[in-house]
């Protein structure tokens, strides 16, 4: 199958290489296209991938039929609609780490612009005006620093201040006192940094949260003759409050590389000469343009081979330890999905999945997906998978649980999936042997072991003389070979189950006649 990757932002070239070596990928790399265009052709492409400029959308994804994975060349993806992603079954990867170095530097260039006044006095030396007075500037040496939001781009930079001489505090909810002094750093609460900092830079995903996380409250909080920068998202900072501060004198300047709308171009923040600004330069380099390119190409290609990704967006990331560990369970669970919801046959209202043994140490989640996703496709079709797996079950008010046991005795890795409908629960367990893959080994409370694949038919009877004969007998007359049989019983002359792996579909018709035999309870054809 040939996968079509639609690349809608400026991707570098030397990045994508991974993906034009893939002898199965075609790529359309900058079409030209706008909103309706990329509305219009999105639904011919298997991937997507974007940097900040494309608007992956809810009507985009939901119009994406074909899309599997959207691959963020960068770090932030509010510039993706996650929620729709994750309902439409499509999974968000980014390149958290490839453009780190170059925001944070950007950062710094930043910073000695707006103290040294750069920008301002190389635009008064353009007009030829050669004025040393009016751009006298201020050291960073002993200034303090305020950093929010100490991530990865936060962190370079308070190191980068430190090489400054510059006293750093920093506001994160996940800095610890240890980490701050390892750093050599301190430590302080979102109102102490505001009220510490010469110079004042944010460095936070834009979320509800943070949208006008300094606002004109936080303003006030500042030194008088405080310096602002923001290259992180615009609306972490509220730009009407900033242009009131700088007026007011509060600010004394504001270096902006990111802005509430972009592209930035009319703004009134623009007219001032206190502002100092970069249309999103932060990850515009070479060497971050490259990185994370490769790196998103590289995930697209892990995805598209049905592989596990390294940066999931809109999925719990795995340690690629972990992941191998759990890989192999994902077909069993799946299948034991598929198995008990034919053997249920009934709409359900909740699915429970167990772990014992090995499995009750591991990471489940991803398998939960798959079992999940194995119950659902029979209701929903091929649009389920383990990205909306979990969203779907709940939207059909469907609830899931997990519960784990080591295993003293018995299978050294079991999995079992209960389904509770309205006329009781139903369950069925399977294990991976060593060497001999997946298999099924309970239904219900009955021990068989069978290969959860193929045309599957479970035949509940009574424990009696001949009916195993004729049940062989009726499958002949249609013509249709037995390849396996589990027989299993609750005891002597009561309850017991056929589990029979056969070599073609059960038709209907077979179905219901072999259904009236004698001490036949029930007969379900479970094609897997
Ligand atoms: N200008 C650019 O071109 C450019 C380039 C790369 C990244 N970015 C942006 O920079 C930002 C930071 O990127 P990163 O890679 O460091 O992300 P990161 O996830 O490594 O770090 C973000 C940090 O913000 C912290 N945080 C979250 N909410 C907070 C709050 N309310 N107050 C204080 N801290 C809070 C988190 O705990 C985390 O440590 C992102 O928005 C990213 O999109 C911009
Ligand atoms: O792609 C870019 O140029 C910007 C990326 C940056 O904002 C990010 O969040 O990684």
């Not at 910073?111 to 007075?133: E, G, T």
């Not at 939207?395 to 997990?402: A, F, L, Y």
Request: aromatic share 4%; proline share 4%.
């Amino acid at each position: 199958m040939t996968y079509r990757v639609l690349i809608s932002d400026p991707l570098s070239e030397e990045g994508i290489k991974p993906l034009r070596e893939t002898e199965n990928i075609e790529i359309v790399k900058n079409p030209g296209w706008d909103e309706t265009e990329l509305l219009e052709n999105i639904d011919q492409f298997d991937a997507l991938l974007v940097r900040s400029q494309t608007q992956v959308t809810r009507p985009l994804l939901e119009k994406a039929a074909r899309l599997k994975i959207v691959g963020r060349a960068g770090v932030g993806v509010d510039n993706i609609d996650l929620d729709a992603a994750t309902e439409n079954g499509i999974i968000v990867v980014n390149a958290p780490n490839g453009n780190t170095n170059s925001a944070a530097e950007h950062t710094v260039a930043m910073i000695m612009s707006l103290s040294r006044n750069i920008p301002q006095a190389f635009h008064a030396l353009k007009q030829k005006q050669w004025d040393r007075k009016r751009f006298v500037g201020v050291e960073l040496k002993q200034k303090t620093l305020g950093v929010v939001g100490l991530g990865r781009i936060g962190a370079e930079v308070a190191k980068r201040a430190k090489g400054q001489r510059m006293n750093v505090i920093a506001y994160d909810p996940f800095l610890t006192d240890e980490k701050a002094e390892q750093m050599g750093i301190k430590r302080g609460t979102l109102e102490e940094v505001l009220q510490a900092g010469d110079f004042i830079t944010v460095h936070t995903p834009l979320l509800k949260e943070t949208r006008h996380l300094i606002n004109a409250e936080a303003f006030e909080l500042m030194k008088d003759g405080v310096q602002i920068v923001n290259c992180a998202r615009g609306g972490i900072i509220d730009e009407d409050a900033l242009y009131d501060a700088i007026v007011s004198g509060k600010v004394a300047g504001a270096a902006l590389d990111v802005f509430e709308q972009e592209p930035f171009t009319e703004h009134k923040l623009l007219t001032l000469p206190e502002v100092v600004a970069t249309p999103h330069l932060g990850a515009s380099t070479v060497e971050a343009q490259e990185i994370v390119a490769v790196d998103v190409s590289h995930d697209v290609i892990r995805f598209l081979e049905g592989k596990a990704v390294r940066h999931p967006v809109n999925l719990p990331s795995i340690p690629s330890e972990a992941m191998h560990q759990i890989e192999p369970y994902f077909y069993l669970a799946e299948k034991l999905g598929t198995f008990i919801i034919d053997l249920a046959n009934e709409v359900i209202s909740e699915i429970r999945i167990s772990y014992s043994g090995d499995l009750s140490e591991i990471e489940s989640g991803p398998v939960t997906r798959n079992a999940v996703k194995g119950i659902l496709k029979r209701y929903l079709g091929s649009r389920v998978n383990d990205v909306n797996a979990l969203y779907l079950a709940d939207r059909k008010g469907i609830t899931v649980s997990e519960s784990k046991r080591s295993a003293r005795k018995g299978f050294t890795n079991l999995i079992t999936i209960e389904v509770i409908g309205a006329s009781g629960s139903r369950k069925v367990s399977g294990t991976l042997l060593n060497g001999l893959g997946p298999r099924l080994v309970r239904v219900d409370d009955y021990q068989v072991d069978a290969t959860p694949e193929g045309h599957m038919v479970v035949i509940q009877h009574i424990d009696q003389p001949g009916v195993i004969g004729r049940m062989g007998s009726a499958f002949a007359e249609h013509n249709i070979n037995i390849a396996t049989m589990q027989v299993d019983r609750s005891d002597v002359g009561g309850n017991a189950i056929m589990l029979l792996t056969i070599d073609r579909h059960l038709e209907d018709k077979a179905l219901a006649e072999i259904a009236l035999l004698d001490e036949i309870k029930s007969v379900t054809a479970i094609d897997l």
